[in-house]
């Protein structure tokens, strides 16, 4: 029997190999004759590239770019020669984990992230996704943009890199000619701006307080207006543009990019549609089954593309409403409860793989 695992992390306590690989291990030793197959996935945020490069045949190429304050760092991507596509992380340069001592989306940028765009670019490679999750940035993909050779310019006509403290000073834009196929992933569906905008939802949580939200929001509504003038494009309320601080705009809106579902996204990059086909089982899962892991997330992904195959779920805590209709193994069955460390939800989880019936 060929089963294939890949479930979503369970947050706060393992990651998505971890808990994959822990319900391998507990297969192949109560069931030895099976062939078990551990996918790792990602949202798009910090571990996407380690994700894919787990989950196919690839290699890590590493660049010198621009972190969060322009200060210069490393920082790898993955690429895949078979057909020429790469996969960038834009956590990995202007992500939160980066700034959680010095957090200001009024002063960080992307410019780092399109700095590896153009790295694969000028490699030669012409399919570029990129993951937008975990930004510590509000800049609207204006420093993304800019490192592309997109131009903006002051009333003084003066060329600057905008970061969400002057995203109002941009009077004037000039595009550029972008020649690759350019895709990002993102799981958030909300606009540019406004109410459920890229502040007003997400700035709070990278340090800033009400008045900070408010003047980014207008930056970000002032942006838009300057981008309908010069370039006639009119993306602010596409879902997933307020993705990683207006990221998710700015791709739209300077490189004709396409927003793509997180988990669709990835289930494409690492071939999931031919390595289930022979697979007589899939077992998927999260940390908490209920009404949102079918609105996008991984297990309503796997599900919607494993259509023919018996698919299991082992979970954390679960909705008993929804688990009627599925079959599924929850780490809190027959008398576990709720773990208070790493071990306790490594062991949960083994407990729960170990009642799995084949």
Partial sequence: ????????????????????????NTIKQNHPEHDVLVIPVADGGEGTVEAVLQGRKGEKIVTEV???YFE?????????????SAVVEMACCA????????MNPRLTTTYGVGEMVRDAINRGIDKICVGLGGSCTTDGGCGFASALGIRFYDDQGNSFVPVGETLKNICHIVPAEIKADISAMCDVTNPLYGPFGASYVFARQKGRNDEDIRFLDEGLRHLSQVVRNDLDIDADRIPGAGAAGGLGYGMIAFTNARLDRGINRILDIVQYDDIIKDADVIITGEGRLDWQSFQGKVIDGVMKRSPDKRVIMVVGSRDEEIRKDYEV?????NGRHFPNSHEEAVE?????????IF
Avoid: C, Q
């Fill in 1 to 24: 029997m060929k089963i294939i695992v890949i479930t979503d992390s369970f947050k706060g306590t393992l990651s998505s190999l971890e808990a994959g690989t822990i319900i391998m």
């Fill in 66 to 68: 621009s972190g969060p």
């Fill in 72 to 84: 210069r760092m490393k920082a790898e991507y993955a690429y895949f020669p078979d057909d020429n």
């Fill in 95 to 102: 992500g939160l984990p980066l700034v959680l001592d010095r």
């Fill in 329 to 333: 193994y929850s780490t809190l069955d």
């Fill in 348 to 356: 949960n989880l083994r407990a729960a793989a170990s009642e799995i």
